[in-house]
């Protein structure tokens, strides 16, 4: 499906949105009016619940256009019931650096605030434990780099049997840095439920993110923002 195609009507301006209150206060509170390209199609087919496979250049609002659908559609279902103490988080997005991961989880903490929402990041190259922790304490959206969050799924520290939304964010930088198997693995070879969302961002459009697509979406909404492959000029 092409996100063009009139099912999918594009986003003109964030007042235009029926968001919960509250992230709509913090959307306005960060300045956010007039959505980018990838963001006018990339929320309403998040809040259409359709998986999205979306080619955008750097720097396009990729993190907004994932975010403010996901946060608005966990306040709107409330919380899950949970059945046990392992952190168990209803989001996760992968990155494939800890910088990317980071800059992710600082959006994710402006987007939540006050809404109940925990948002936790894990990555390696940290000490680990403080992360555990920080797990521990409760984790709704999940944040990670493929390294890390695999060596806590093969420990049993996580569990995906809630998550009902993932997000690979610059899939083709995280297949260039050689982490196909741990995404794979993540994704199929655990407990994420096949019943799920799924949006996939990625600068470049290659056979190998197409096999990954293939085996991750469901009968994506296919968007194409720009030149593939370059980098956006508003990029600070």
């Known amino acids: 499906m092409d996100c063009s195609d009139k099912s999918i009507e594009p986003l003109e301006d964030f007042a235009d949105l029926k968001f919960d209150d509250q992230i709509a206060k913090n959307i306005e509170r960060l300045g956010y009016k007039k959505p980018t390209p990838i963001q006018k199609y990339s929320i309403p087919t998040g809040l259409k619940r359709t998986d999205l496979m979306a080619c955008a250049q750097t720097g396009s609002g990729k993190t907004a256009a994932f975010l403010f659908p996901i946060c608005h ?3 709107e279902e409330g919380p899950p019931i949970r059945n046990s103490t392992t952190p168990a988080p ?14 992710i989880f600082e959006e994710a903490r402006k987007v939540t605030t006050r809404t109940g929402i925990r948002a936790v990041c894990v990555y390696g190259g940290a000490e680990a434990r403080g992360q555990m922790r920080d797990l521990y304490r409760g ?3 999940l944040i990670a780099t493929p390294g890390r969050l695999i060596d806590y799924t093969q420990k049993g ?4 049997a ?16 050689g982490f196909d198997p741990q995404i794979r693995s993540i994704v199929l070879e655990s407990d ?8 996939m961002f990625s600068a470049t459009f290659p056979k190998e993110i197409k096999a990954l697509a293939n085996a991750f979406l469901t009968k994506p909404c296919n968007l194409s923002i720009g030149r593939v492959g370059s980098t956006s000029d508003s990029i600070t």
Do not use: C, G, N
């Open 73 to 75: 559609k966990m306040i």
């Open 90 to 103: 209803i989001a996760v997005i992968l990155a494939p650096t800890r910088e990317l991961a980071k800059q």
């Open 139 to 141: 984790v709704d959206i």
């Open 157 to 160: 520290i996580v569990t995906f």
């Open 162 to 177: 809630h998550t009902k939304y993932l997000v690979l964010d610059e899939s083709d930088r995280m297949l260039d840095m």
């Open 192 to 199: 994420m439920p096949a019943e799920r969302e799924t949006t």
